[in-house]
């Protein structure tokens, strides 16, 4: 495919942009994606050292293997025809704090109960902010994100199509605008669940209960405990090359290694980009999955947006970086182990603190395949500021130093990690921004609920439109593929995507 018969360009095969750029193609555009890394996935991707095969980013997923799931990547997947094998398991996890282990449970009643073995009273308070969640995202069923779009016509979209289900939404209408905090300030007043609420909220975010809006977390609890959780055979690279071969599938075309260097745009309108070594593609309209700060700082000139909007733009809070372990482990002695671990190590510090939260992901105890054999694959991360970091003398030591508290949680999960070790690699917010080439190693925006909207995939710029996480609330897969949807619907007409879903 040359440049010149190319509708749409896409920057970058993260989740959000791959998700766009297939759907266009399913719908009958000519698309192009340019990705810098020689990998596709963004964050998602996956990589392999030594026999052993890693999962970058996300790790956690729900309602995959349901066709009917309500997982915006499910909904887009099932349009493009495409299957993604995936493994259930329960309990979902465990939380470890300080005063004992909490095992998370899909099955609402055996989540309670573990919750009461710690706090009686805690555990029907609880059941009430459940309780007064999961409405919501009953009334969800009906309304598929894979028809929503981002224009005005999307009203006339959900009146024709999707009325009922908005007429059970209408005495919920101030549940969609309230934060989780003020759901919680209502129900649950126990100082433990609501630490417990904070902790969800923050895995699920980036934000605490008060920062994040009460329909992310009626979406999280409701898929986890009637579409359950699941790990898809492969990880993360797994989705990603199920979106590759939809695009591909449906005539779109992946460029790797191909790094824009600047968008560029003309009297307002854009008209294509220009790569890094001087070869400029056109195209009429130019979608960019790069972060806020990398699309409107780096990829535009100054004057290509209103100085204001770019200011504004630009002073968009981001959610901090992490610091990563990845390590290969002899696997020996371990038959009992399960894949998903948090460790809080200090009740009387924010859970937000670098450091103080770690998140653990050990996908080869469902697929073994991940491992050779008699080995596991381990992911541990955790919150980490960009701030002071840099490529000196210094870097190797802190880089070691500033991984210990993912090692001290691994040691409540595997007390000899340290003796089991074959392979480690750690990873900084340095690491995050080279390889992912996202400012400041961020995992994207972090707007408090009733703090601002999140910024449209629209953009001041006729022909530039952009997705991914720093467009819908959510650090998670389903936020950047329904950012994708909404994209790509945005592009076509309502009919395309009527006929597309066999909706009359």
Not at 96 to 108: D, M, N, R
Not at 382 to 410: C, F, G, I, P, V
Request: charged share 20%.
């Amino acid at each position: 495919m040359s440049d010149r018969d190319v509708d749409v360009i896409v920057i970058g095969s993260g989740i959000g942009g791959l998700t766009t750029a297939a759907l266009l193609s399913r719908y009958g555009k000519r698309v192009t994606v340019c990705e810098s890394h020689t990998i596709a996935g963004g964050a998602a991707h996956s990589f392999s050292r030594q026999g052993f095969h890693f999962d970058s980013g996300p790790s956690f997923y729900c309602g995959l293997n349901d066709s009917h799931s309500r997982n915006p990547l499910r909904q887009v997947l099932n349009v493009l025809e495409e299957t993604l094998p995936a493994i259930p398991y329960d309990p979902l996890g465990h939380y470890h704090f300080p005063e004992g282990t909490l095992p998370v449970y899909s099955q609402q009643k055996r989540y309670l109960e573990a919750v009461r073995q710690f706090t009686p009273q805690g555990s029907k308070e609880l059941e009430r902010f459940i309780q007064r969640l999961l409405p919501l995202y009953d009334t969800l069923q009906g309304i598929p994100t894979i028809l929503l779009r981002a224009d005005w016509q999307l009203i006339p979209v959900l009146m024709g199509r999707c009325l009922p289900s908005l007429v059970k939404m209408l005495p919920h209408l101030g549940l969609v605008q309230s934060s989780v905090g003020q759901v919680m300030d209502r129900e649950v007043s126990d100082r433990w669940v609501r630490r417990l609420i904070d902790l969800e909220c923050f895995l699920l975010s980036g934000l605490k209960a008060h920062g994040t809006i009460a329909p992310e977390v009626a979406f999280m609890l409701g898929e986890r405990s009637r579409a359950g959780v699941e790990y898809p055979i492969g990880g993360s690279g797994a989705i990603v090359d199920a979106l590759v071969r939809g695009l591909k599938r449906w005539g779109g075309e992946l460029r790797l290694g191909c790094h824009v260097e600047q968008i560029l745009v003309e009297s307002g309108r854009v008209t294509g980009v220009r790569l890094r070594k001087g070869e400029i593609l056109h195209a009429p309209i130019v979608i960019s999955n790069a972060s806020i700060w990398d699309t409107y700082g780096k990829l535009l000139q100054p004057e290509d947006l209103p100085t204001s909007y770019r200011q504004t733009a630009l002073a968009t809070p981001a959610v901090d970086s992490f610091m990563h372990l990845h390590l290969g482990i002899k696997a020996e002695g371990l038959d009992n182990l399960t894949g998903h671990h948090v460790v809080v190590h200090d009740a009387e510090r924010d859970i937000t603190t670098p450091g103080n939260t770690c998140m653990i992901s050990i996908p080869s105890v469902w697929d073994d395949s991940l491992a050779p054999p008699g080995h596991h694959v381990v992911h541990a991360y955790t919150l980490e500021s960009h701030e002071h970091w840099q490529r000196d003398n210094s870097y190797q030591e802190r880089k070691k130093e500033r991984s210990q508290s993912l090692y001290r949680a691994l040691e409540r999960v595997i007390p000899d990690i340290r003796q089991r070790i074959v392979l480690e690699l750690i990873g900084t917010p340095l690491t995050h921004a080279h390889y992912l080439r996202r400012y400041q190693g961020t995992y994207g925006a972090a707007i408090a609920a009733g703090k601002g909207m999140f910024p449209s995939t629209h953009t001041p710029i006729s022909g530039l439109y952009r997705v991914g996480d720093s467009t819908t609330p959510g650090i998670g897969v389903p936020a950047v593929a329904a950012s994708g949807i909404l994209c790509a619907n945005t592009l076509v007409q309502p009919q395309q995507t009527a006929e597309l879903l066999n909706i009359q």
